[in-house]
């Protein structure tokens, strides 16, 4: 039965037709997830102790865990050093395969969702540095931050429909049907993309949580790209995304010697929400990366609920992680319920995969 079983995946379709590309892809695949974890444990080693120095450190919420007051001060903006290394390991394939003669058209909508993930660590940097010179936890006002997201999602999506790699066709998983939604797709597109960017900045609250959930999530991503798409472009940025975040909780995991900031979990949701644009795999990637898109939920619903009832909660605290720990869950225990219930959305979504 074995036997037949790896024949059988031997004569698949994507095995057949591209063999040699596959192991190719093994191989760019592993040296970019090395490359990147090694240089964002190099840069964070060499960042940490600058950042103490010019006391880059975190503010905490008034209204958060008190036992979270403890985490004051801990160096922020550390993103910045797993979004290197995630450029030049990148950037880096592109020269190889320009050298190589390799110039495909998916190249570009890759260093499309790369300069979108790039794009949006930049707000998420203007307001870490706001946060630090206004020493609170507040940088930009919501308008600013959506306005600038907007503005992004809007100039990506313009682009990938300009060089022709964008669908008005949305693929609905499970059903095996697409939904043709014209000029009306621009404005779907443009809402999920900036909800989901925000919903991984919202599940940067505890330590390793964003980075531990967004590892897993490369992990889907990466898989999807030898089992399903055969794609060489996804694979490369999901094996650096994966490395950046086994590098980034070197010293992320609890208790955190830094944080990343916006500018990392801004960048996050940019890369995460741009693969599946790229793949053209909208849904099935938001089922992948629910427990991101449940967090903003919560703090949504909380508000909502707050001002139907005026004043009652629908959750100890919003978002959902700080609910469980008012509910006595310790910040392991939250960050592996969280990582399991993606194992599991993942496996979900990868039978949603046309």
């Known amino acids: 039965m074995l036997k037949t079983a790896l024949s059988g995946f031997a004569a698949s379709p994507v095995w057949t037709v591209g063999r040699e590309l596959t192991i190719e892809m093994a191989i760019t695949a592993a040296v970019c997830l ?184 490369a992990v889907f991503m990466l898989v999807c790209s030898f089992l399903t798409y055969n794609s060489p472009e996804l694979a490369a940025i999901s094996s650096a995304l994966l490395g950046g975040m086994f590098g980034f909780l070197v010293y992320n995991h609890h208790p955190a010697k830094v944080f990343m900031g916006d500018t990392g979990s801004l960048f996050l949701g940019g890369i995460i929400i741009g693969c599946a644009m790229m793949q053209g795999q909208l849904l099935v990637f938001i089922i992948a990366g629910f427990v991101f898109v449940f967090e903003m939920l919560s703090s949504l619903l909380q508000v909502l609920y707050f001002k139907a009832t005026h004043g009652k909660r629908l959750f100890k605290m919003a978002p959902f992680h700080h609910h469980l720990e008012k509910c006595g869950y310790g910040e392991g225990k939250v960050v592996t319920t969280f990582v399991v219930a993606t194992v599991v959305l993942s496996i979900i979504a990868f039978f949603g995969i046309r």
Request: proline share 3%; aromatic share 10%; hydrophobic share 55%.
């Open 34 to 217: 090395i490359v990147t974890f090694g240089l964002t444990v190099l840069l964070l080693r060499l960042i940490l102790p600058v950042l103490v120095a010019k006391k880059v450190g975190q503010s905490i919420r008034e209204e958060g865990p008190e036992w979270h007051k403890s985490k004051a001060g801990t160096p922020t903006m550390g993103g910045i050093c797993f979004i290197i290394a995630i450029l030049v390991s990148t950037l880096a394939l592109f020269v190889i395969w320009t050298v190589r003669g390799n110039t495909g058209f998916k190249m570009i909508p890759m260093a499309l969702t790369l300069a979108f993930g790039v794009a949006n660590a930049m707000i998420g940097f203007v307001d870490d540095y706001c946060k630090l010179l206004k020493k609170q936890n507040e940088g930009l006002t919501a308008k600013q931050k959506f306005a600038l997201q907007m503005f992004v999602a809007a100039a990506y999506l313009a682009m990938m429909a300009i060089t022709g790699n964008l669908s008005t066709a949305l693929y609905i998983p499970f059903v095996g049907a697409t939904l043709e939604l014209g000029y009306a797709a621009y404005v779907v597109y443009l809402l999920v993309i900036v909800g989901f960017v925000n919903s991984t900045n919202l599940t940067d609250g505890l330590d390793g949580l964003a980075s531990s959930v967004a590892a897993t999530v």
